[in-house]
């Protein structure tokens, strides 16, 4: 069980825009800022979005972070299918004092 | 180029000890916070361990606390895990990772290495 809540899949067809959505509480995403993190198949994670909604060199605009109270969403617009992959969102949690990684989400570009 | 190199995995009975070793090269290794984190096959990334650029701070997850030990040395340019207590649900593949901060904030885990496979089984 994920201190983090996200839905375990998504999909969308290429083109289109695709919203992942992480829950957190207080203790992490309402006080701290929220990273998200993309995994291809069989490699290491990549870093996505730092500090809520800011995008490291490299990373194409059409990934998007955003945060709302303890609740934070990625969104990937015109979808391509190298983008098929597991998502995952992280914060830190000052009552766990650690990183807390939500459960991953899976998306499938049909 | 920036590299994290795992080393040190392998088949380990339940209760015994491992030590994983992180190789970094191509950045200054003291200036990042170091991180575990690992995935247990087919699963999702869990993290593990954090320590500060001086390993002034130290982090477990409560999964991990009491048995394993994060260290580092800057002098060499590695990051250590040593893990002792070994149970069958710490199987998994461990990454490094290493963690810039600015203004005490962190600016994510934004490189990682390909990750070392240890098993706890009998």
């Known amino acids: 069980q994920s201190v983090l809540t996200q839905p375990p899949s998504a999909s969308g067809t290429p083109g289109q825009r695709v919203t992942i959505s992480c829950s957190g509480s207080n203790s992490n995403i309402g006080t701290n800022y929220v990273y998200w993190y993309q995994q291809l198949p069989g490699t290491a994670p990549r870093l996505l979005i730092y500090?809520?909604?800011q995008r490291p060199s490299g990373v194409p605009d059409r990934f998007s972070g955003s945060k709302s109270g303890t609740s934070a969403s990625l969104a990937i617009s015109r979808l391509r299918s190298e983008y098929e992959a597991d998502y995952y969102c992280v914060a830190w949690d000052d009552r766990l004092s650690g990183w807390v990684f939500g459960g991953g989400t899976k998306l499938t570009v049909l | 180029e920036v590299q994290l190199v795992e080393s040190g995995g392998g088949l380990v009975k339940p209760g015994g000890s491992l030590r994983l070793s992180c190789a970094a090269s191509g950045f200054t290794f003291s200036n990042y916070n170091m991180n575990w984190v690992r995935q247990a096959p087919g699963k999702g990334l869990e993290w593990v361990s954090s320590i500060s650029r001086s390993s002034r701070y130290i982090y477990y997850a409560d999964s991990v606390k009491g048995r394993f030990t994060i260290s580092r040395d800057n002098a060499k340019d590695s990051l250590y895990l040593q893990m002792s207590s070994l149970r069958a649900e710490d199987t998994a593949v461990y990454h490094c990772?290493?963690?810039?901060?600015?203004?005490?904030?962190?600016?994510?885990?934004?490189?990682w290495g390909q990750g070392i496979l240890v098993t706890v089984s009998s």
């Open positions: 500090r809520n909604n």
């Open positions: 990772a290493r963690d810039l901060y600015s203004h005490n904030i962190s600016l994510g885990f934004d490189s």
